[in-house]
């Protein structure tokens, strides 16, 4: 695997939906490339920020209610 492919793959590997025949050249090559490696560390903390620092909270009942129905209105009506 070379620098462009790690570049290719580096979300499947964080999905997890990388197949399991390329998991061995991936982490040879970031183990051995400096650069890779770093982009590998750089996109984790990226990730770890981004899932701490999102809003968690849910919008209100009433809210989320009046949001359905209006989906459900504009889906009766049929394509605009």
């Not at 991936?26 to 400096?34: A, I, L, M």
């Not at 809003?55 to 209105?73: E, Q, V």
């Amino acid at each position: 695997m070379d620098c462009k492919e790690v570049s290719e793959t580096l979300f499947l590997f964080f999905d997890n939906e990388m197949e399991e025949e390329l998991l061995a050249p991936f982490r040879d090559h970031v183990g051995q490339c400096g650069d890779c490696g770093k982009k590998l560390d750089y996109t984790r903390k990226l990730l770890w920020i981004l899932r701490e620092r999102t809003c968690r909270c849910c919008a209100p009942d009433g809210l989320r209610h009046r949001i359905l129905i209006s989906f459900d209105h504009r889906r009766a009506a049929g394509p605009h």
